[in-house]
């Protein structure tokens, strides 16, 4: 959990459907990092919209904690911006009520979670009644008066993501939020990210390096592979292959002559023996009006459904990254 301190400002904020907080875009533009000879963000650019939980995936090391620290202002970009609204976080009038962010957990153990919350609302120039209003919204309303260093794991992302809800902010940004809770903990959080997104309009980016948590959480998502964009869609799209994300399976009498016809139109075409031809980098409705102009006999003509996972590891296939020395970075 990073501290983001803001200006001095004792107003009081009400949850839910605050007056002072509009949608917010993210945008991030051209955005690279490198550490020695690490490329960890290259040329990244992708936009989260307000009212929908976008997933950031990538396998481990593919940049997604550097970019999220970039466009927190907690690491300078080599190249690139991230803006909020158009506005960069360090130039933020109001940081802590525009962006709320969970990076990594810590807190002091002694402290309880509501003196912990205290302590940031003092901080960061909030009310501190804010405090228990977050501890009741993630529902550690009772746990709060303990000492944090007694919580459970899923306690401690609850605590985190209460932080990060202190300052009523339109964005939210959590890196990895669902790592080690349990499958409980994990509905609870899908919930809760659905209602800060769909139902109270705010923008949350989530990262994940599992797309299955993601497919049942995010509306979109950004794919990096080694620091790079591989590719940005709804998750719908990415199913069904609609930005010729996945591949299309095509059967037909005419294979042969069906084979002919999409690559001279310029498809990637994979024929089989079973009269079956694999069309990639396209959707079924640009092979199927292809077919039909041609008057080649369909049989079958569908998305690959079964292959998000599929897709996943061939967009990120060998893009994972590992520092020389894991362990001893940050
Ligand atoms: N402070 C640093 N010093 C040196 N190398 C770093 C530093 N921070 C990140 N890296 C390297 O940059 C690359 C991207 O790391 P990053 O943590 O952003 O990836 P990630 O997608 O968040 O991965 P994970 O899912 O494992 O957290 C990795 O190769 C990582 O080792």
């Known amino acids: 959990m990073e501290p983001s301190p803001g200006p001095r400002e004792e107003s009081a904020i009400d949850s839910g459907s605050s007056p002072h907080r509009r949608p917010v875009r993210v945008e991030v533009h051209g955005l ?17 919209e307000p009212g929908s939980i976008t997933g950031f995936l990538g396998p481990n090391g593919a940049g997604k904690t550097t970019t999220l620290r970039m466009a927190l202002g907690l690491e300078q970009p080599d190249a690139g911006t991230a803006t909020f609204d ?39 120039g909030l009310p501190v009644s804010r405090a228990d209003e977050v501890l009741s919204q993630v529902g550690l309303a009772d746990a709060g008066r303990r000492r944090a260093g007694g919580y ?59 797309l299955a948590e993601m497919e049942q959480t995010a509306d979109r998502v950004v794919i990096v ?19 010729g ?44 009006a292809q077919a039909f102009r041609a008057g080649v006999e369909l049989h079958e003509l569908r998305a690959e459904t079964s292959g998000l996972e599929e897709l996943y590891f061939r967009l990120t296939a060998g893009q994972e990254q590992y520092a020389a020395a894991e362990g001893s970075r940050r």
């Open 32 to 48: 690279s990092k490198s550490f020695g000879a690490v490329r960890a963000v290259d040329d990244l650019s992708f936009t989260v």
């Open 86 to 124: 158009g506005t960069p976080y360090p130039d933020l009038p109001s940081p802590v009520r525009t962006v709320g962010a969970v990076l990594e957990t810590a807190f002091h153990p002694a402290r309880s979670g509501r003196n912990h919350l205290r302590v940031y609302c003092r901080a960061a």
């Open 152 to 210: 459970s794991l899923g306690m401690r992302q609850r605590l985190a993501l209460a932080t990060a809800l202190l300052g009523d902010p339109a964005v939210l940004v959590l890196d990895e939020p669902a790592n080690g809770l349990d499958p409980e903990g994990i509905h609870w959080l899908r919930g809760f990210l659905r209602q800060l997104a769909h139902t109270e309009g705010r923008t949350v980016l989530v990262s994940s390096h599992l």
């Open 225 to 243: 592979g080694a620091g790079r964009l591989v590719r940005e869609g709804s998750i719908t799209e990415l199913r069904s292959g609609a930005q």
């Open 245 to 288: 994300s996945g591949a299309v399976l095509v059967r037909s009498p005419e294979a042969g002559r069906l084979t002919e016809v999409l690559g001279a139109a310029g498809f990637t075409v994979a024929p089989s023996e079973d009269g079956r031809v694999t069309v990639t980098g396209t959707t079924p409705d640009a092979v199927g």
